[in-house]
């Protein structure tokens, strides 16, 4: 999924509230979805485990997958840009409505359908501060060499989320366009944090073993 972020609204500063069940971790699948976005996908019958609401939602939301946008290069990342920031990368937390019971249905013809968290990447120097960030970006050259390739696995998502659990957490709230994996205007709605999430060079340049980063201007 990519978003086309254009209008915003910033009157209602409600908190987001997500709940998590964090005894045991979520199943699902690593993979490369639509011009090699690394995504986790969430199995069905984890789905309800992670829920969402608060800010201008008025029901609640199941986690359907994550993933990261990776800018490989400067000039990619301005064609991306949000209110003028520029970002090596982002990573999007993509909701469902429940009563839709699958993001599959909820992406087809549902205006209330879809919410995404946005979180801007930064990079730091500090690569001990996320292990979940750690291991997906070791597996990012494994799935690049073929765009079937799958990995099985489970993960603690306690760890991307755990910058919304500040009732604090700042935010801008939009009405995005999707373009990817079909069209739809002011189809989602988008809650951009405010706070940035970290990660290192290391796992960054992990991240750039994707095979559409063949140029990289960054300087890490």
């Given at each position: 999924?990519?978003?086309d972020?254009?209008?915003v609204?910033?009157e209602?500063?409600?908190?987001?509230?997500?709940k998590?069940?964090t005894e045991t971790?979520?199943?699902?699948?690593?993979f490369?979805?639509?011009?090699h976005?690394?995504?986790?996908?969430i199995?069905?019958k984890?789905?309800?485990?992670?829920?969402?609401t608060?800010g201008?939602?008025n029901?609640?939301?199941m986690?359907?997958?994550?993933?990261?946008?990776?800018?490989c290069?400067?000039?990619?990342?301005?064609?991306?840009?949000?209110?003028?920031?520029q970002?090596?990368g982002e990573?999007h937390?993509v909701?469902?409505?429940?009563?839709?019971q699958?993001?599959?249905?909820?992406?087809?013809?549902?205006?209330d359908?879809l919410?995404v968290i946005s979180?801007y990447l930064?990079v730091g120097?500090?690569e001990s501060?996320?292990?979940?960030?750690?291991k997906?970006s070791?597996?990012v050259?494994?799935?690049?060499h073929?765009?079937?390739r799958?990995?099985?696995?489970?993960?603690?998502v306690?760890q991307?989320t755990?910058?919304l659990?500040?009732?604090?957490?700042q935010y801008?709230?939009?009405?995005?366009?999707?373009?990817?994996?079909?069209q739809?205007?002011?189809c989602?709605?988008?809650f951009?944090?405010?706070?940035?999430f970290?990660i290192?060079?290391k796992?960054?340049t992990?991240f750039?073993?994707?095979?559409?980063c063949?140029?990289?201007?960054?300087a890490f």
């Open positions: 999924m990519h978003l972020v254009k209008r609204n910033t209602s500063q409600a908190p987001l509230q997500i998590t069940d971790g979520l199943s699902g699948y690593f490369n979805f639509h011009d976005k690394p995504t986790f996908k199995d069905s984890d789905q309800a485990r992670v829920s969402l608060g201008m939602l029901a609640t939301y986690m359907d997958q994550f993933h990261f946008h990776v800018y290069t400067r000039a990619e990342a301005e064609e991306n840009t949000l209110d003028g920031t970002v090596p990573l937390l909701f469902f409505r429940d009563k839709y699958s993001y599959s249905t909820a992406v087809h013809g549902f205006q359908g919410a979180f930064e120097e500090d501060n996320n292990h979940l960030i750690a997906f070791s597996l050259d494994y799935i690049s073929d765009e079937n799958k990995m099985s696995t489970t993960v603690s306690k991307l755990a910058l659990e500040n009732k604090h957490a801008d709230a939009y009405r995005g366009n999707l373009v990817e994996p079909v739809c205007k002011e989602v709605d988008v951009v944090m405010k706070e940035r970290t290192s060079v796992q960054m992990e750039r073993k994707a095979p559409h063949v140029e990289n201007d960054w």
